[in-house]
């Protein structure tokens, strides 16, 4: 034996009766802890580990055991699920049995043998990388969820590499063990956030359990589509506890050109989240405190000459008769145009000049509209071909919207007032009620208003009342204060 063996029989007397787990500790290689549902076992070799080590393990220094000495029983560690199946040993783009740090460059020399392994860092205990079938690679952390091999190991996904550089993974994955270590279980509470409902789920809610029971159809339909068209497709997708006020401020200052449909969609989502948080699904409503879009009021009433021109195009060929009633019905009742639009027969009284409208066809709640001979003319002419009273094609239901819509499209361009509304009738009806001295009280009734503010603005707008009055008082001032005196 040379000088360097010399040493042999002590080496021996040293590590005889060390079992292999304490040779693997001793040399820096200690076994990983129990990751998931998969631990490291190492198998029964059969003769004392310490006999087949490299010469260079014989010496008195006992730590300086050679990685590569113990290359040849290291690797044979295998991979024992909790169930007691094996699996084939994991291995590393490095030595086997090795650990390494992850870099990109060991995380870039992934290759198809890794696929579904996962790699663990030798300097952080709890940060892996797994490369996927797919060819991509995950960055991972793993921690116990307590104290003891009694608690479940759980594994985050910290994302993909690309995405994420091994740097920026590793303090990612500080960040969650820290929070490990404050007693937090991150994976659990990520879990719990997954379930937790999105804005998508408090908007259908709000549909079917306030909306629908509660409102008119038409009302709900109205809702409905705000809900598809935009609320969704914009805050849908994310959970109720990250949805900020700043996120809906930032929406809604950046929906300048279309100030009332914004304004629409904002009270319909304030409404949505009210309700979760009357649920307790939420603490706070972030939709509550945003200033709404200044709109323009509208103000267009058709003069006397429009309406008498709409008048004499609604009589002309080549029209849709249905709608075409139901513009002239507008125009002598005042009423809105879901009205006429679902009235049946059964709701008129031709002798009595009298239409009942029924809660569920009107805004503001069941109401009876008294009916001029002329109305009462129009609607004496009709066919009686369906319960409704204007129809559609099939006589199975009421005229559609989109009939009206192009009927009256065609009307006011032949006109030529193309920024008339069909609304814009009911206004007029209204403005000529004020005109003739009806006060606020008889306007709100005609016109089915829920309150006298809605009727104020047509009794306001009134000019020529307001000029006589002044008028009046002038003569009354004159006579007191001029005439008077010099009588004297």
Not at 185 to 211: F, G, K
Request: glycine share 8%; with cysteine.
């Amino acid at each position: 034996m040379g000088a360097g063996q010399t040493g042999h029989p002590a080496g021996s007397a040293a590590l005889e009766g060390l079992g292999i787990g304490d040779v693997v500790r001793t040399a820096g290689l200690e076994p990983a802890r129990p990751c998931g549902r998969k631990i490291l076992s190492l198998p029964d070799l059969g003769t004392p580990a310490c006999l087949e080590m490299h010469p260079c393990a014989q010496t008195a220094d006992f730590h300086a055991v050679s990685l590569s000495g113990l290359a040849s029983c290291v690797g044979k560690l295998q991979l024992r699920c909790r169930h007691g199946a094996d699996a084939e040993a994991m291995s590393a783009p490095c030595e086997a049995g090795e650990m390494a740090r992850i870099t990109k460059r060991f995380v870039d020399a992934l290759g198809d043998e890794d696929a579904g392994r996962i790699h663990r860092d030798d300097e952080l205990h709890g940060f892996a990388v797994r490369r996927n079938a797919d060819g991509s690679r995950t960055y991972l952390v793993e921690y116990r969820a307590g104290r003891g091999r009694s608690y479940p190991t759980r594994r985050i996904s910290l994302g993909r590499h690309g995405a994420l550089t091994p740097d920026e993974a590793r303090r990612n994955a500080k960040q969650i063990l820290a929070r490990v270590a404050g007693g937090e279980d991150p994976a659990a509470s990520r879990a719990q956030h997954r379930r937790e409902p999105t804005v998508r789920d408090a908007l259908i809610t709000a549909l079917d359990q306030h909306w629908r029971p509660k409102r008119r159809a038409s009302t709900a339909k109205v809702f409905e589509e705000m809900i598809n068209r935009t609320l969704i497709p914009q805050f849908g997708a994310v959970r109720l506890s990250d949805l900020s006020r700043a996120e809906i401020r930032r929406w809604h200052a950046q929906q300048q050109h279309r100030p009332r449909a914004a304004n629409h969609e904002l009270a319909v989502l304030r409404k949505a989240l009210s309700l979760a948080v009357s649920d307790e699904l939420i603490s706070d409503n972030p939709a509550r405190g945003i200033p709404l879009h200044h709109e323009e009021e509208r103000d267009r009433v058709p003069t006397d000459a429009e309406l008498s021109e709409i008048w004499k195009q609604l009589s002309a060929p080549g029209l849709r008769p249905e709608a075409a009633t139901l513009i002239k019905l507008l125009i002598v009742t005042g009423c809105r145009v879901g009205e006429w639009q679902n009235a049946r027969w059964s709701d008129v009284d031709l002798k009595a000049a009298l239409l009942s409208l029924r809660a569920l066809t009107t805004k503001a709640g069941a109401r009876h509209v008294h009916l001029s001979g002329l109305a009462v003319e129009i609607l004496t002419a009709l066919p009686r071909r369906s319960d409704f009273i204007l129809c559609n094609d099939v006589g199975n239901g009421p005229i559609t919207k989109d009939v009206i819509r192009r009927t009256w499209e065609g009307v006011r361009e032949r006109v030529g007032a193309p920024d008339l509304r069909l609304h814009d009738l009911r206004h007029g009806f209204a403005t000529r009620g004020a005109a003739l001295g009806a006060n606020a009280l008889i306007l709100r009734d005609a016109l089915g208003h829920k309150t006298l503010a809605m009727t104020g603005r047509y009794v306001s707008r009134q000019n020529e009342p307001v000029r006589l009055l002044l008028e009046q008082i002038s003569h009354e001032l004159t006579a007191l204060l001029i005439y008077s005196g010099t009588k004297t």
